[in-house]
């Protein structure tokens, strides 16, 4: 491997330094022509852009002094008719307290006859819950003295026909064997 010396480095410093102040040149040249490409271009839109706003600004002109003349014809008008507006609002004000103090009356009344018919409801309520329970309280009472003594009769009723009728049976027919010979059994 070679030696290197100090006058080998300097020199190899020197032009890697050399290249890259080039190298740096060359961008910022490069740069520099970007830079004047996108102003001439530029400059060509605000030519463009400056011809089209042109005759804009001209018509708007036209439209601001017609809008003068039309704001000046609006404020002699709002003059004329300024006190009349104002005794109607004065008017519409006086009926909208008139509505404002109806409401009132009405949201009271409306809210007294609420509460008259819930208590008439909640009265008719505890009124059919009572009678429902005395009607409950009658048909259990009748459950227990009336039907209890009658299924009981009906229970002796039942008793006595079964035991006439076993007793009327055993009368008329005597019982018969259930074979009466061994050839009909089979075994």
């Not at 491997?1 to 020199?11: A, F, G, R, S």
């Not at 040249?29 to 804009?56: C, F, M, N, Q, T």
Request: proline share 3%; charged share 30%; no cysteine.
């Amino acid at each position: 491997m070679p030696k290197l010396d100090n006058q080998t480095i300097e020199l190899t410093l020197i032009a890697v330094t050399a290249l890259a102040l080039l190298l740096q040149a060359i961008v910022l040249l490069a740069i520099y022509l970007a830079l004047r490409k996108a102003i001439r271009s530029l400059h060509g839109e605000v030519a463009d852009l400056r011809a089209s706003v042109v005759p804009v600004v001209e018509s708007s002109r036209e439209v601001i002094d017609n809008s003068r003349v039309l704001v000046d014809y609006a404020r002699k008008l709002f003059a004329r008719v300024a006190p009349k507006a104002e005794a109607a609002v004065g008017d519409v004000a006086r009926v909208a307290r008139g509505l404002r103090d109806q409401t009132e009356n009405l949201e009271f009344t409306a809210k007294d006859i609420l509460e008259r018919t819930r208590r008439q409801t909640d009265r008719l309520d505890a009124m059919t819950t009572d009678a429902l329970d005395a009607v409950d309280r009658a048909g259990s009472y009748v459950s227990d003295t009336v039907v209890r003594p009658v299924r009981q009769l009906a229970g002796l009723a039942a008793a006595a026909k079964a035991i006439v009728e076993s007793l009327r049976n055993s009368a008329r027919e005597p019982r018969r064997a259930r074979y009466s010979s061994d050839e009909d059994t089979f075994i």
